[in-house]
């Protein structure tokens, strides 16, 4: 359980200091936005799989210190991670897990990630959004985050767990 928490804390640490050098608004934002707690959180899944209890404790955990330093709406992206992997945790279970899989997964909860957030955007009419934006947001977000992705999966396949990805 330390490896994949070493993961995670490696990866909210680059979230916060890519944050500083990339713009983060909506109608600048770079091809390079970076989630990468979010998909640290979705690699590390197969990890957990005799541990799920603790795998949902960690995703907890980090969505509410995701909260806490990097957002100021507190139980947001708690609930949204907590959302995302549960959803996603089907999908692990469903599939084989390989290279290709991993960048469908990752794609696949940035897209959830986004819809969900997008949505309460909606609902709570906090900010005017679209559909146009919607697809600018996803697409800003694809590139480094599967980058990452694959790196993490490389990483975690060849570490000399019990556990390992296949």
């Known amino acids: 359980m330390i490896i994949p928490l070493i993961i995670v804390i490696?990866?909210?640490?680059?979230?916060?200091?890519?944050?500083?050098?990339?713009?983060?608004?909506?109608?600048?934002l770079s091809l390079f936005t970076p989630y990468f707690t979010l998909v640290s959180i979705?690699?590390?899944?197969?990890?957990?799989?005799?541990?799920?209890?603790?795998?949902?404790?960690?995703?907890?955990?980090?969505?509410?210190?995701?909260?806490?330093?990097?957002?100021?709406?507190?139980?947001?992206?708690t609930i949204f991670f907590l959302l995302v992997t549960y959803i996603i945790s089907f999908l692990y279970k469903k599939m084989a897990l390989n290279l290709l899989t991993n960048i469908f997964i990752v794609i696949l909860s940035l897209f959830i990630y986004h819809a969900i957030f997008v949505l309460c955007l909606f609902i709570f009419n906090v900010v005017p959004i679209n559909f146009e934006k919607f697809l600018y947001l996803i697409l800003h977000s694809i590139i480094l985050n599967v980058i990452y992705?694959?790196?993490?999966?490389?990483?975690?396949?060849?570490?000399?767990?019990?556990?390992?990805l296949n």
């Open 149 to 164: 992705g694959e790196v993490l999966y490389l990483i975690c396949k060849y570490l000399p767990t019990k556990r390992r």
């Open 42 to 77: 979705i690699v590390i899944y197969p990890l957990f799989v005799k541990k799920i209890k603790n795998y949902y404790i960690l995703v907890g955990i980090t969505g509410f210190l995701y909260d806490l330093f990097y957002t100021n709406l507190l139980f947001t992206n």
């Open 10 to 28: 490696i990866s909210f640490l680059l979230d916060g200091i890519l944050s500083n050098y990339l713009p983060y608004m909506l109608g600048d």
